[in-house]
């Protein structure tokens, strides 16, 4: 079974940036597509951003266009996450995912979850 693991929340300011990471712990059919849900309490988990793990595919929900940039690297089964101008709203607690294809990914079906790392903005 594949594992996702992330890293890079914090704590930072508004306008302010991080980088979260997350790696899969190998190559499988089932995390050809990773990106990021978050989900802050009371609330649904929502969909933020993901791409092909081989590069392409980049979706991003509107909220977050302009200002959060997807990325990967094949070699290190690794997609990244680039949040700038963040804003109090973004405060989440942001889920690593993986799907076997973008249309699963954006149907939250067959997905693999890492546990979840927290990103708190201050104002």
């Known amino acids: 079974q594949v594992h996702l693991v992330e890293s890079g929340g914090g704590s930072v300011q508004a306008g302010g940036s991080l980088r979260l990471s997350c790696a899969a712990s190998?190559?499988?059919?089932?995390?050809?597509?990773m990106g990021w849900f978050r989900q802050v309490p009371g609330k649904e988990r929502e969909r933020v951003a993901g791409?092909?793990?081989?590069?392409?595919?980049?979706y991003y929900a509107d909220f977050v266009k302009g200002r959060f940039t997807v990325s990967q690297d094949y070699g290190k089964l690794t997609v990244y996450l680039e949040m700038n101008s963040l804003t109090p709203e973004d405060s989440a607690m942001y889920y690593c995912?993986?799907?076997?294809?973008?249309?699963?990914?954006?149907?939250?079906?067959?997905?693999?979850w890492g546990q979840g790392t927290q990103v708190t903005v201050s104002s």
């Open positions: 995912a993986a799907a076997p294809y973008r249309i699963d990914f954006i149907n939250t079906r067959e997905m693999t």
């Open positions: 190998s190559a499988s059919d089932s995390t050809d597509y």
């Open positions: 791409t092909y793990l081989r590069g392409g595919g980049a």
